[in-house]
DNA sequence: GTCTATATATAGATAGAC
DNA sequence: GTCTATCTATATATAGAC
């Protein structure tokens, strides 16, 4: 049962392991409190190794970081592709009841989609929630912003978003964010209130999860 | 030049400060990140202090989180009270058709307004993101749950939003946290992208502040 | 109401063995 | 590639003086 030694793998995949473990406990406690030696525990292996391999706290969340926001661009980039490749704009769509431009409500409805997937990872949520509360951090704030406005200028200019429609689109995602962060769909059923907003924000936001996945199961 | 030991003043008072000085650390670093010993140096009293006097950090940080909710609902509630003193449908006609009223996108801009005007204070934005990512902490979680559903209702019962314009204006909201979490704002005419960003965000939840000013400004 | 002194714990980082 | 041992700094909290 003296597991005190870790397999011996290479530095790639442990670089990944550690950025997974880093991610989740730098979303639970922030970057001030998270502890390198909390995340060489989560990550099994020691702490001075964690330091070793990425030179430090800070560039170990500049790395965290920079993970979540390229999972995240793959994610859109690849969603637009596929929305792309199944005929676009008004091309195949059978005019949907949300949104004034139907020809882009179908493909955010595949982004909205696309982004919940995602943040269902709670390290990769948090992470980018405390970097959004970071901008007066030199490096950890540089590379928030430029992140941000790359998917601004993903969904103008991929997408076909005009202003209006790209924050708003943004605006459901920080509600998204909110509400998982805050982990109020726990009261869901169980008040009112919060039971009605989470209606509405997924409702809205997915039209419906299993409606667009049978939609991919229908292509397959 | 010996200012070692603080002016001797009332409780209340003290407390108020020290709350204020929690607001702008916790923000910055977080709560596990932030210490008493910063807390009591930006307060500028002794760090023991403030640990007597809340008791402990967890506590502290309630504290704060308490306060924050408390200036967001009362900022809220007289934007309300004022806007039906102004004559508002609502306030005339209780079974007024306050949906998609143009009349009613007045009450939007105010409280957008206040809601700007109050997360202009850094301290609160910042903690009060801080918050919304600790829903799994026991009793931080329950305060911020408890605080953003009583704003929900608010917005629901007092301004006459329906779910759906309710849902809208927190999401807004969210986004307005993200772009002064980032500081997004320094980009503003340095980066096409955050320049169009922010000038549409500020101008659709606005409606130009300056607009809403020269309102206020007439009824003098 | 406010402090100094301090106990006890834990942080990030380095050195060097295997 | 991975560890143990350890240096130095700093954390929260308590005790007790003024």
């Given at each position: 049962m003296t597991d005190k030694i870790s397999e011996r793998i290479p530095s790639a995949e442990r670089r990944e392991q550690i950025l997974e473990a880093a991610s989740r406990?730098?979303?639970?406690?922030?970057?001030?409190?998270?502890?390198?030696?909390?995340?060489?525990?989560?990550?099994?292996?020691?702490?001075?190794?964690?330091?070793?391999?990425?030179?430090?706290?800070?560039?170990?969340?500049?790395?965290?970081?920079?993970?979540?926001?390229?999972?995240?661009?793959?994610?859109?980039?690849?969603?637009?592709?596929?929305?792309?490749?199944?005929?676009?704009?008004?091309?195949?769509?059978?005019?949907?009841?949300?949104?004034?431009?139907?020809?882009?409500?179908?493909?955010?409805?595949?982004?909205?989609?696309?982004?919940?997937?995602?943040?269902?990872?709670r390290g990769l949520l948090l992470s980018l929630m405390q970097a959004f509360s970071m901008g007066q951090d030199p490096s950890i704030g540089a590379k928030a912003r430029g992140g941000f406005l790359t998917i601004y200028r993903l969904l103008r200019e991929e997408a076909g978003f005009d202003p209006e429609e790209a924050r708003g689109f943004l605006a459901e995602g920080m509600l998204l964010n909110t509400l998982l962060g805050l982990r109020l769909t726990d009261d869901y059923g169980k008040d009112d209130a919060a039971t009605e907003l989470i209606e509405c924000t997924f409702r809205t936001k997915l039209q419906l999860v299993l409606e667009v996945q049978g939609d991919e199961g229908e292509r397959a």
């Open positions: 406990v730098f979303g639970e406690r922030g970057y001030f409190g998270a502890t390198t030696d909390q995340i060489a525990k989560a990550a099994g292996i020691s702490q001075p190794y964690v330091v070793r391999m990425f030179g430090g706290k800070e560039n170990l969340f500049v790395g965290v970081l920079t993970r979540s926001l390229d999972r995240l661009l793959v994610a859109f980039t690849e969603t637009i592709a596929q929305w792309k490749a199944d005929g676009s704009p008004a091309a195949t769509d059978p005019g949907y009841p949300i949104g004034k431009n139907p020809k882009h409500g179908e493909i955010g409805r595949r982004l909205g989609l696309a982004y919940v997937n995602l943040i269902e990872d």
